[in-house]
């Protein structure tokens, strides 16, 4: 499989109280297109800055982080945020829905920057909608969800513009057993049915089963990838 | 740009967004009344001409002149015509009917104000008749006065002997282009209040307030002035000419300075609604430093973002202008019939109206901008941290 994430040799310090803190040593990692990557380690070993440096949402101080061939951090602020709206989809830990809008209409927040229609965006978002499995919850408002519901109207929202890479952290951290399953199921079925590349941030070993590689970082290095055999979604 | 978002962000809190906009309302309609008090009292100054001119004692308005100093004035060069006006400060059946009566010389009066012209009746009966009278048109709106309609006005400055209103019959209603000339007074003969005096049923000063003069277009004003006061310099009163726009302007200052304490009142309303809405517009930036990380992480760029924050801000302010626009003009009328005589022209002009609308912009920018900035200016690593 090509590699559709290389990041190579990636640095990322942060300075508190004057003091420097390497939070990523080094790294070196090369993702599949395809593949179904969990991320794994203890607070603190660099997980979730990793995933920001993939998603462009912050720069490294050393290395390189190329995307689909593109090396996101040439990019500028504004050619920045094109390129995650049109390659990345995000799903927070906390869900991350716009309150005042409903489901619908935070699913078709993406496409007011592609230049589909009106009413091609409400199409597209009622068959993401349609996808999760909340065709009928199109016009609730995230308070009136349940907190599986709300994550999977977030993935909806990810997948809306059919990025090629969804990053997740800890998509299931807020979530009862259940409402996981069904989500780590959803993310399972984009990354089969649809190849979507998906990187999950995760503490849980029961959701990492669902990926297809564990990578296991510690202290800001890599440490042992695991190949699995998935569960069954 | 999601406008959706815009719009259910300001609705998040109907409450504060509508106690906001009612604010801006209130304060809009405010500085519309207040600016148009300010233009009020200007108008009457600005719509003068410099080649009529207002003779008066150099000692005080207070102090009348002598009627003989009309013929001289006529023989100044440059004086076309000449006219006695005398202010008869009387109240029509009660004190509180206060409306401005002058007498005055009828013909070169009229011919002094060409922009005088008579709506209803006939100026020929006033012109032959000492008994009547003309009447502006905001006051004959006022008081329902009709042509023929007897007027009885209680003299104070020149109150009759038999203790009776003056009667006089209205010939006409007249109403002035300019607003220099006020729509509200009421005009009657000088000779009658002369022959009045003379024949002992009323009491008061004998003389003119002051002489109407009316400059020939080829004359030089400034010369006109310097000749008449120069006329009168050896007594028995010595006079002062000015041009109307001045003679106007004294009464503004009579009352205080009125334009620089409107405006102070309207600075500190202006002042106070801006940091109203610049508190409130904070408080909706504050609220949504999430939803911004999130609209970043979607791929809304930094511009859209600011777009965003500043809309809210320029919605929430034109709501309030375009309201407290609407008062104003909706209640011009009212407001002219409830301030009456002290601002007998008040309207809400279109300067005004431009003005209002330009505030209104100036205060949603202003508003709008820092939360703007600052939603643009967040990292969305810092703004989601709980999340990714």
Redesign the interface.
């Known amino acids: 499989m090509p590699s559709m994430i290389h990041i190579d040799k990636v640095t990322r310090q942060y300075s508190r109280g004057g003091e420097t803190l390497t939070v990523l040593d080094e790294l070196d990692l090369d993702i599949e297109e395809g593949g179904f990557y969990a991320l794994m380690g203890p607070s603190g070993s660099g997980k979730?800055t990793l995933?920001?440096l993939i998603?462009g949402?912050?720069q490294p101080d050393g290395g390189q982080v190329l995307v689909d061939g593109v090396d996101i951090h040439d990019l500028d602020?504004?050619d920045l945020?094109?390129?995650?709206?049109?390659n990345v989809g995000?799903v927070?830990?906390?869900f991350?829905?716009?309150?005042?809008?409903t489901a619908r209409?935070n699913v078709t927040?993406?496409l007011?920057?592609t230049p589909l229609s009106r009413r091609q965006r409400q199409q597209h978002a009622l068959t993401a909608l349609q996808l999760v499995g909340l065709s009928d919850r199109s016009e609730h408002r995230p308070d009136q969800l349940s907190g599986g519901q709300e994550q999977r109207v977030a993935i909806a929202?990810a997948v809306v513009t059919d990025p090629k890479v969804i990053?997740a952290?800890e998509p299931t951290g807020d979530l009862d057993r259940q409402s996981a399953d069904s989500v780590l199921d959803l993310l399972v079925r984009l990354n089969r049915e649809m190849n979507k590349t998906i990187v999950m941030v995760t503490h849980d070993p029961l959701a990492a089963q669902h990926a297809t590689q564990i990578v296991h970082m510690d202290k800001g290095k890599l440490g042992q990838i695991e190949a699995r055999k998935t569960v069954e979604a | 740009m999601p406008i959706r978002l815009v719009w259910k962000q300001l609705w998040r809190h109907k409450l504060r967004f509508l106690l906001t906009v009612a604010s801006l309302s209130v304060a809009i309609f405010l500085l519309c009344i207040l600016r148009s008090l300010v233009v009020t009292l200007d108008a009457g100054v600005r719509a003068s001409t410099t080649h009529r001119l207002i003779v008066q004692s150099a000692v005080s308005l207070f102090v009348n002149l002598p009627e003989a100093y009309e013929s001289k004035i006529r023989q100044v060069d440059g004086v076309d015509t000449c006219a006695k006006m005398q202010w008869f400060g009387g109240y029509y059946k009660e004190q509180a009917n206060f409306f401005a009566q002058f007498a005055i010389d009828p013909e070169s009066w009229l011919a002094c104000y060409p922009e005088v012209e008579i709506l209803e009746g006939s100026l020929k009966t006033f012109l032959t008749s000492r008994q009547h009278c003309l009447v502006g048109i905001r006051t004959a709106e006022k008081y329902g006065f009709q042509v023929g309609q007897t007027v009885p006005i209680t003299g104070t400055i020149f109150p009759r002997v038999d203790q009776k209103p003056w009667e006089f019959v209205i010939a006409g209603i007249y109403r002035a282009t300019s607003p220099n000339v006020d729509n509200a007074n009421l005009l009657f003969h000088f000779d009658r209040l002369r022959e009045t005096l003379l024949s002992k049923e009323a009491t008061g000063p004998p003389g003119s307030g002051v002489f109407v003069v009316r400059c020939r277009p080829d004359s030089d004003p400034v010369q006109v002035m310097a000749d008449i006061d120069a006329l009168f310099a050896g007594g028995p009163q010595r006079v002062q000419a000015t041009p109307e726009g001045e003679f106007q302007a004294q009464f503004v200052t009579m009352v205080g300075n009125v334009p620089f304490f409107v405006s102070s009142i309207g600075g500190g309303v202006l002042a106070a609604i801006v940091l109203a809405v610049l508190n409130t517009m904070l408080m909706y930036g504050r609220e949504q430093t999430r939803d911004v990380g999130i609209l970043k992480s979607l791929g809304f760029n930094d511009r859209i973002v600011f777009a965003v924050l500043l809309s809210q801000s320029m919605i929430l302010c034109l709501a309030g202008g375009a309201i407290g626009i609407g008062l104003a003009v909706v209640t011009a009328t009212p407001m002219q019939n409830l301030l009456g005589t002290a601002f007998p022209n008040y309207q809400v002009s279109e300067q005004v109206l431009g003005s209002a609308v330009l505030l209104t912009f100036g205060i949603g920018l202003f508003a709008g901008l820092m939360p703007a900035l600052s939603a643009s200016r967040l990292k969305v690593i810092d703004t989601l941290r709980r999340g990714i």
Request: proline share 6%; glycine share 10%; net charge negative.
């Open positions: 979730t995933l920001n998603g949402l912050d602020g504004a945020s094109a390129w995650r709206s049109e995000f927070f830990q906390g991350n829905l716009i309150p005042v809008l209409e927040l993406p007011l920057l929202r990053l952290d």
